[in-house]
């Protein structure tokens, strides 16, 4: 392989791997990008926020977490207000949305007290990060880090699970129609060995969306991930209640989503890697099939913006803008204004709760009969 400056530690390893062992499944490309441990986005950037790769809801608004928190409290209350709750966060960023929550539960009486908090994070300067965030919101809570999702679920007693943008990064696999079988999207090695994605060995039997049948040159993506989310919050035999707030889309299908962001901008998936953040669509219907064959009940998705609106946005912006000084009033409407727009991240994020079927449906979701059902 020539020598490139411009490649990165990881591009080269990847290569050498592959010119070791041959192609490489996007799944495991995917995964070594985001967690190999040298190289790994997530191991060594500080990639959230309005300085770095990509921002997101509760960076842009402390009312996102806010509203979070009010609707654990609501659904710590559904529960029946256990003396003990587990609130299990997937992917806590900053830390920003579980202090925003943690500050705004206050309003819920006894909800706090009830708390047991479990962060699950694999990435130790965002831990960091969060251990910081945290340290005023939670003075007497007990705070548990957690590597993986199955060392923090399913929790000793009642549990509510938060996750924002965490399920987009888990890796997925593509799988590309060649007109007769469906073959496992690779990334192998140009000429000037350098990487490419090639279509590689065949993918094995496929579970596919109904509807059309796939026509040559489709491209089909799968979350393995969230068959062992399911697995993992299906064993619970405790009420649980799990909210999922993502982009994605509500019913599934074919078609390519998995993107790579560097300092706000898309580039392409090979470009950089270790040193962009890739992520794809979450498709909500796959999401919820999986959690009703685990015999969890699902609702939704809504969009965020009838996520936030239901839950009351509007008016806790006009109070927050009351009590503000004036050079903060634009900033607080622009914040909500930016995470409920239909056109940009309120319709683009979807919201969906899974819940143990025991339990009611919660606000803002409309009632299970209107959904067709759990
Ligand atoms: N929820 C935050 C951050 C979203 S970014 C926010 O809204 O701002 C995704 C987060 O998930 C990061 O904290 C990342 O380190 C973490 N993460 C990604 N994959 C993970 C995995 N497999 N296990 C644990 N944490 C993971």
């Given at each position: 392989m020539p020598e490139e400056p411009d490649l990165t530690p990881l591009a080269l390893k990847i290569g050498e791997q592959i010119a070791r062992q041959g192609v490489m499944p996007v799944l495991e490309y995917m995964h070594a990008c985001l967690?190999?441990?040298?190289?790994g986005y997530y191991r060594r950037r500080q990639a959230?926020?309005?300085?770095?790769?990509f921002t997101t809801a509760p960076e842009i608004s402390q009312m996102f977490g806010e509203l979070i928190g009010v609707w654990a409290g609501v659904a710590w209350r559904a529960m029946g207000a256990p003396a003990r709750l587990e609130l299990v966060e997937l992917?806590?960023?900053?830390g920003t949305m579980i202090s925003d929550a943690l500050r705004a539960g206050r309003?819920?009486?006894?909800f706090l007290g009830a708390l047991r908090i479990h962060l699950v994070e694999s990435n130790r300067a965002l831990k960091e990060a969060q251990r910081r965030a945290l340290a005023a919101a939670t003075a007497g809570l007990a705070v548990h880090w957690h590597e993986a999702l199955d060392q923090a679920?399913?929790?000793?007693?009642p549990t509510i699970v938060l996750a924002n943008?965490?399920?987009?990064?888990?890796p997925v696999r593509q799988l590309v129609f060649d007109g007769v079988a469906w073959r496992e999207r690779s990334v192998g090695l140009d000429a000037n060995g350098r990487l490419a994605l090639v279509t590689g060995p065949p993918a094995g039997t496929v579970d596919v969306p109904s509807g059309r049948g796939p026509r040559e040159g489709d491209i089909f993506e799968l979350r393995p991930g969230l068959d062992e989310l399911a697995d993992v919050l299906g064993r619970s035999q405790r009420p649980l209640v799990a909210l999922f707030i993502d982009y994605g889309h509500a019913a599934g299908g074919f078609g390519e989503t998995l993107q790579a962001i560097r300092r706000q901008r898309h580039v392409p998936i090979l470009e950089r890697p270790g040193e962009t953040d890739l992520s794809a669509h979450v498709d909500f219907e796959d999401l919820a099939r999986r959690l009703r064959e685990r015999g969890l009940a699902v609702d939704g998705p809504i969009t965020q913006a009838e996520f936030l609106l239901g839950l009351g946005l509007a008016e806790r912006a006009a109070r927050l803008m009351a009590g503000a000084r004036p050079g903060q009033i634009g900033l607080i409407e622009a914040g909500a204004r930016r995470i409920c727009d239909p056109a940009g991240m309120g319709g683009r994020f979807k919201v969906a709760c899974a819940r143990s079927a025991a339990l009611p449906v919660l606000p803002p979701f409309p009632p299970a009969a209107r959904q067709g059902g759990p």
């Open positions: 967690h190999d441990p040298q190289h959230i926020g309005a300085e770095g790769d992917g806590p960023g900053r309003i819920v009486p006894g679920l399913p929790g000793d007693g943008e965490f399920l987009d990064a888990l």
